[in-house]
């Protein structure tokens, strides 16, 4: 028998990021939780981080990748996108839902992430994304 183990995350929240969620969510009066100023801020400082006129806060990274996949099918079209099969289910079903084609490209046990030798084989003229994602901790 293999004693096979994936590297997963230890803990991401630390005590200050909890004190501080506290602390928000027991202001008086309560707080906005949707679209607040603290979101309209954090969106104007993120766009002008990345030199952009605009960006869209939402409440996921299934929305997210939602939204980018539609942007990307209304902009261009159907596109080839190579997804890792160890990834999350939205990851997968934003690329299908938007009308792309998918393809797999199988991973490296010892990180997670692509098999690059696989993915450079698989690349073709076609392929116009490659989604990466951060699985179980690993980037």
């Known amino acids: 028998m293999n004693n096979f183990s994936l590297p997963l995350m230890d803990d991401n929240i630390n005590r200050e990021d909890i004190n501080s969620l506290v602390n928000f969510l027991t202001q008086d009066p309560i707080p906005k939780l949707t679209n607040g100023e603290k979101v309209r801020q954090f969106e104007q400082d993120w766009s002008k981080w990345l030199g952009t006129e605009y960006s869209l806060f939402v409440n996921s990274g299934a929305s997210a990748n939602e939204l980018t996949m539609l942007a990307l099918s209304y902009m261009y079209g159907s596109l080839e996108v190579i997804v890792p099969p160890l990834t999350w289910i939205s990851d997968i ?3 299908l839902f938007a009308g792309h084609k998918l ?7 010892k990180n997670l992430s692509f098999d690059m ?3 450079k ?3 073709t003229p076609n392929t116009k994304v490659i989604f ?3 699985v179980l901790g690993s980037m």
């Open 132 to 134: 990466v994602t951060h």
């Open 93 to 95: 079903s934003s690329v």
């Open 103 to 109: 393809k797999f490209c199988d991973i490296n046990f």
């Open 117 to 119: 030798e696989m993915l």
């Open 121 to 123: 084989r698989i690349i």
